[in-house]
């Protein structure tokens, strides 16, 4: 009952928020904050009475619990979740942003209250299926479910400093993005079902019995399938040529609508590219790594340059995403134990830096009524708090060292060179660039002339322990991974051995207190 | 042949309605009341469609019945019937809001639906060209005079003559068409096609063939022939509109399976990249022409374009027809276009110059109606197939179908179509929830209480088939 139970509190939850707005307009807040409090908390019991390591180094799955009901037994389709390592960590991001998005709504959203909890918390609940669902069809499901609250974020929560009409478009951009990238998918879907129901005779959309599908098929096709699975999942992470949408929906998304969309749902396609791409077609993934780390590169230069050109702070952080997702993509096709490890800790790291700087910057928009960052200048002079949190924030984005993002770019680079080290080192270079767009948002927005002589309020207490939470959490993680790594350790593992199984990476301690770098 | 009452028992369905159609007829000649015609018509129905399940018209050990010779009434003949009976069932109660209004006499336009409905179950069961032909005649003839019931717009009249005029030529090329086939087979029956095609062979009944799928195709709108759609869909009222895009489209579908299934393989071997060909571009048309409607009426006569496109997929992909795929697309297409048109014709009346067609009267709908709001919202995520909606499932097959025979380019314009489709639902989903145009005047119009429960039912049947299809799934695949 856990795992379903994830997903029907925020479901039930936001059913409630709706119902209850006309009880008054706090009432929606404190349901949907309590659903979040209660999706982590759950999410942090299962993380300290879970045993994530029991298997270690066998390479098997390891689900830490499991999940089956009965649905569609006319299409081999079942309701079935499983939780380990990986979704674990991804249950924990999306309950601890899930609490931050409805945070960082409580002064932001004005109208309509209980039908913009119920729309984010819908939306979380669909990203938790997605993290959880062990049946393909399921998973489609989930995948496209969340898409729809999103749609109605952007489009009617959005942006107000525009008409109506941008941010109807944006949103509509985003859904057709990701809607054409999900039926690519399905395609994919579909066709691994029936080459398996062909040898087999077993109608199934079971993960585990699909794991095997790929010795049945000829190699050509298996690459054709990996790329349906690839173009879905690249669609939403975004990978260059199909990142058309991001910038877009993050410059007219409500501040949570943000969070959500590269905290979480940006995730969504990294973990979908590490749970079925990677062990559904480890041959072909293998065939085309080395393209996919090239467009991760693109990725990272694209995202990181045009980061820099930009006025407006909240399409500068959403191209940093981009930048930071090609180094997502990096670790996924380097494929060895190391990059995969540091992939979790990346991809969490992310959401949380991702997450704090929309955060930073909504607040910022909410004081000085804009976010071009020509108009800004000298804020420093004028808040005591907001200046070196986003400072903090900057500098995570850039990974210094002692933050979250250190650790995970540190372990994909020094993993990935084993594999690729040209592509490791250009990759290395483009840190360059992270260093010059962070210091360019730091230096436009905090430090100059301040544009008008106007006072603007201070952060609010909870303004304060929203942001300073996610910077502590960084902060901890970037200076004690390993209680991260022990979660996921045996859940990379297994990808690992599926992708490739011939590559003796350097095994990572578990549990000790070495460093997890030691040779 | 002996002529017994027990040999004419499977035909209940097709006296109960046409026995209906009489009543409201004498009921008129005695005195008018639209009270009385409604409520009579609401029971014929309901009669017919009780019978369907009184003769147990979906056991799994029923044998197919011939009747007539003209008629084979099996598993898919009740079937079809019943979702004909339905979907007119559910128009009836559309048109009796929309009717309410309207100054001149209301009460035919009932008899012209059960005579219409009489032609969709005789379709739908019809094994020879003489009940083919019958059939669809009876089913399209009363619909010209649906249209254009409301002669006093002139859109409706002229919708009606469009309708009228394409449809007879429709006709008059399957009736060659079939002459055709005779000519060659000497046959009249389905079932002896393929046997007599075989003794006799020659390229008469191809022609004879294609020209029937070509009259079908006019019928059904594909592109290129599907030039009235949007105008007659836009002249007729709502509720009409309703009857036209489900329970007249479907029939003919069901007609179309029937008859390809029995026509010799070497003759819809040609055809089969035709109807590719066909598929494609309505896929195309459809969806880019709806693009940039502002009426909803002609943009669901568009979207209906190019959803006729999808399930021709589930037709030609691969050897035979996947007839299950076809099934269970129809029924979900039905049932939300029901939705969709009921919901317009809830906010239409007859007394009216133009009936709620514009997107800009949905502006804002939401803080006027919230319920029809919210199920507008579902019935268009329906139409574009978004999971836990029925238009979900329907698509699901049809891209199972597409896989299974691996038609990658029919997938690929399934999947292009379906983005674009986005565009358009989505555009008029989220204007039912604009904030800035609430006009004052349109809070006026009176909205129809029975309507609106009933796309509310419809909703919620959208939605449990999106959700839970596996009762629909497994019923369909008892069929035979």
């Known amino acids: 009952m856990t795992l379903s139970a994830l997903i029907l509190i925020p479901f039930f939850g936001g059913l409630l928020c709706w119902l209850s707005e006309r009880l008054g307009a706090g009432v929606p807040r404190w349901i949907a904050l309590i659903s979040m409090f209660l999706v982590l908390a759950i999410g942090v019991n299962l993380w300290l009475t879970g045993d994530y390591t029991s298997i270690a180094g066998t390479g098997g799955l390891n689900w830490q619990v499991e999940e089956q009901y009965s649905w569609i037994p006319i299409l081999g389709v079942s309701i079935h979740f499983g939780l380990d390592g990986l979704s674990l960590v991804m249950v924990l991001l999306t309950g601890l942003l899930g609490v931050v998005a409805v945070g960082c709504s409580w002064k932001e959203i004005k109208t309509n209250i209980g039908a913009f909890h119920m729309n984010l918390l819908w939306s979380l609940a669909g990203v938790l299926g997605v993290f959880l669902a062990l049946d393909m069809m399921l998973f489609f499901f989930f995948w496209e479910m969340m898409l729809i609250p999103v749609y109605f974020l952007i489009a009617l929560w959005g942006h107000s400093a525009h008409n109506g009409a941008v941010r109807v478009k944006a949103a509509t951009k985003f859904f057709i993005y990701t809607q054409v990238g999900g039926l690519v998918m399905l395609v994919g879907i579909l066709a691994l079902v029936f080459v398996n129901f062909n040898a087999t005779q077993q109608l199934s959309f079971d993960y585990e019995t699909l794991l095997g599908a790929h010795k049945l098929m000829s190699s050509e096709l298996q690459f054709a399938l990996m790329m349906c699975f690839f173009i879905g999942f690249a669609v939403k992470l975004p990978i260059v040529p199909v990142h058309g949408w991001l910038p877009d929906a993050h410059a007219e998304a409500p501040t949570a609508g943000s969070v959500d969309l590269a905290g979480i749902l940006l995730k969504t396609a990294g973990y979908g590219m590490l749970r079925f791409t990677l062990p559904f077609f480890p041959d072909a993934s293998q065939e085309f790594a080395n393209t996919a780390m090239l467009l991760g590169v693109v990725g990272i230069f694209y995202g990181a340059f045009l980061a820099f050109v930009q006025t407006d702070i909240k399409r500068l952080i959403a191209y940093t995403s981009i930048s930071h997702m090609g180094f997502v993509l990096i670790g996924i096709y380097s494929g060895n134990l190391l990059t995969l490890q540091g992939l979790v800790i990346q991809m969490a790291a992310h959401g949380l830096c991702a997450g704090g700087l929309f955060i930073l910057a909504g607040q910022i928009y909410e004081r000085t009524g804009t976010r071009d960052m020509r108009e800004m200048g000298g804020l420093w002079a004028k808040f005591t708090y907001l200046p070196p949190l986003l400072m903090f924030f900057a500098a995570a984005l850039l990974g210094i060292p002692g933050t979250a993002n250190f650790v995970g770019e540190f372990l994909i680079l020094l993993g990935a060179f084993k594999v690729v080290p040209v592509i490791t080192i250009i990759a290395t270079a483009s840190l360059v660039l992270a260093g010059v767009y962070s210091l360019i948002l730091i230096h436009r927005t905090l430090f100059g002339q301040p544009a008008s002589e106007q006072k603007y309020a201070d952060l609010s207490l909870r303004e304060i322990s929203i942001v300073l939470s996610l910077a502590l959490i960084l902060l901890w993680v970037g200076f004690y991974p390993q209680p991260l790594l022990n979660v996921s350790v045996d859940a990379m593992t297994f990808i690992q051995q599926t992708y490739a199984p011939a590559d003796v990476s350097v095994p990572l301690p578990i549990g000790g207190a070495a460093s997890p770098v030691a040779p | ?480």
């Open chain 2, 1 to 480: 042949m002996n002529l017994t009452l027990e040999s004419f028992l499977p035909l209940a369905p097709v006296v109960l309605l046409s026995l209906t159609a009489v009543l409201v007829m004498l009921a008129v000649s005695i005195k008018r009341n639209h009270c009385v015609s409604y409520w009579i018509t609401i029971a014929g129905q309901l009669a017919a469609l009780m019978s369907i399940f009184a003769l147990d018209g979906f056991a799994i050990d029923r044998v197919a019945t011939p009747v007539t010779g003209l008629i084979l009434i099996d598993g898919y003949a009740f079937f079809y019937s019943a979702l004909v009976i339905f979907a007119s069932l559910v128009c009836t109660v559309f048109l009796r809001n929309f009717i309410e209004s309207y100054g001149n006499n209301k009460e035919e336009v009932y008899m012209l639906l059960l005579i219409a409905a009489v032609g969709g179950v005789v379709l739908v069961s019809s094994s020879h060209m003489a009940g083919f032909f019958i059939g669809l005649e009876l089913l399209s003839v009363p619909v010209y005079g649906m249209v254009a019931y409301t002669h006093e717009r002139s859109r409706s009249l002229e919708a009606g003559v469009k309708y009228l005029i394409l449809s007879a030529a429709a006709s008059a090329f399957m009736l060659f068409g079939m002459a055709l086939v005779y000519a060659q087979t000497g046959t009249m029956l389905f079932a002896d096609l393929g046997e007599k095609f075989a003794q006799h062979g020659g390229y008469l009944a191809g022609f004879g063939v294609a020209m029937i799928v070509i009259a079908m195709c006019f019928k059904l709108s594909l592109a290129p022939f599907h030039l009235w759609t949007p105008d007659v869909y836009q002249g007729a009222p709502a509720p009409v509109g309703a009857f036209l895009a489900t329970a007249s489209k479907l029939a003919i579908i069901a007609i179309l399976i029937r008859f390809l299934g029995q026509v010799p393989g070497e003759l819809t071997s040609v055809l089969q990249p035709v109807l590719a060909v066909i598929a494609v571009i309505s896929i195309a048309v459809g969806n880019f022409l709806a693009l940039t409607q502002t009426n909803l009426k002609r943009m669901l006569a568009y979207s209906s374009i190019a959803h006729m496109g999808y399930l021709l997929i589930a037709l030609i992909a691969g050897s035979s027809i996947d007839i299950e795929s076809a099934n269970v697309y129809l029924l979900t297409y039905v049932v939300t276009s029901l939705a969709a048109f009921g919901a317009i014709s809830a906010l239409s009346h007859a007394g009216n110059a133009l009936d709620a067609e514009e997107v800009n009267h949905y502006r804002g709908l939401f803080w006027r109606h919230p319920a029809l709001a919210v199920a507008m919202t579902f019935v268009m995520l329906s139409l574009a197939g978004i999971p836990l909606t029925a238009g979900f499932i329907g698509k699901f097959y049809i891209f199972m179908t597409g896989v299974t025979t691996t038609s990658w380019i029919l997938l690929a314009a399934l999947i292009i179509g379906s983005g674009l489709g986005l565009y358009y639902y989505l555009r008029v989903m989220v204007a039912l929830y604009d904030r800035t145009n609430n006009n004052a005047e349109q809070d006026k119009s009176p909205i129809g209480g029975v309507s609106v429960a009933v796309v509310m039912f419809l909703v919620a049947l959208v939605l449990w088939l999106g959700v839970y299809p596996q009762p629909m799934l497994e019923f369909i695949n008892t069929l035979h």
